[in-house]
């Protein structure tokens, strides 16, 4: 007789969708919101069209505030490395 | 058979072999620098982020 | 940075979150224009001469010279029919054999530059290698233009 398992299922999880610059035009075209994750001085020089600053310290006190939870967020920083 | 030796540069910013100049590849020029630090130079101008932690 | 951010604002509970893993590097690499303080400052890509003559690799040299000295310019940038750049030639080279194929007498591969580097940047160097022209290029490969380092002087002077 096998034991059953007293592990339950893990539930599924969102996990977060990596995209692509396209993808990317394509989501904000239809009210994605767009947040730059770096320091406010990186965003103050240069940030994508549309972006909040949402520094990746401050996500936790402030995302709730300024994000709408019922619309697709898209994330960025500098790049891959 | 001769095998041909690469005459080697050093970068004038890091010091590393280079066997041409990144920036203009002119095998004369007088102050060679490496792949790397033309790419740190010309992207620093927009400050590395990555002093905060990737 | 961004991955740490989509997992928590998931754990959050937003519901539908992206992470769009190449960033401003890869949004600026494409030419694309930002919003900032340095939105309006001179970059590569506005200096850059987008009316640079242009090559194919079987074209005659000497076909080629004629053209683009009768325009005026002393700089082609090779590309195939996807703009993609494969080579540069400057008056050294446009002085070679006039029957030689542009493929025999170009500067293989030359070094070349994202649209949103800072031409002041690009100018201190572009002096200090005596460089005189310096085709810059979207992240993949297609041409934007040809900086000329007379350009990149003025602008990188103008306030």
């Given amino acids: ?81 | 058979m001769k095998n041909k030796t690469k005459t080697l540069v050093k970068c004038v910013r890091c010091g590393t072999p280079i066997e041409s100049c990144a920036f203009c590849d002119e095998p004369g020029c007088r102050t060679p620098t490496c792949y790397e630090c033309v790419s740190t130079v010309l992207v620093q101008a927009k400050r590395q982020p990555h002093t905060h932690g990737g | 940075m961004s991955p740490r951010a989509a997992w928590r604002l998931e754990s959050l509970g937003f519901g539908e979150v992206y992470d769009y893993v190449d960033g401003k590097v890869d949004w600026m690499a494409a030419g694309l224009p930002t919003e900032g303080t340095n939105a309006g400052r001179p970059r590569a890509g506005d200096a850059a001469r987008k009316d640079v003559p242009t090559a194919g690799l079987k074209e005659r040299l000497g076909d080629v010279r004629d053209r683009i000295r009768a325009m005026g310019w002393d700089a082609v940038v090779v590309v195939n029919e996807e703009r993609v750049v494969l080579g540069l030639l400057r008056s050294k080279e446009l002085d070679g054999d006039a029957d030689l194929h542009i493929e025999q007498a170009m500067r293989p591969g030359p070094s070349t530059f994202r649209p949103y580097v800072s031409i002041k940047e690009m100018a201190t160097f572009m002096v200090e290698h005596k460089l005189e022209s310096a085709p810059v290029t979207t992240s993949d490969g297609r041409l934007v233009g040809l900086l000329l380092q007379q350009d990149a002087i003025r602008l990188a002077g103008e306030k």
């Fill in chain 1, 1 to 81: 007789m096998t034991a059953r398992s007293s592990t339950p299922p893990t539930p599924t999880k969102n996990v977060p969708t990596e995209i692509d610059r396209e993808r990317l035009q394509a989501l904000v075209a239809r009210g994605a919101q767009l947040v730059e994750v770096l320091p406010a001085e990186e965003y103050e020089e240069d940030h994508l069209p549309a972006a909040v600053s949402l520094p990746l310290r401050h996500v936790d006190k402030e995302a709730t505030t300024l994000l709408d939870r019922n619309r697709p967020v898209i994330v960025y920083c500098w790049d891959t490395a």
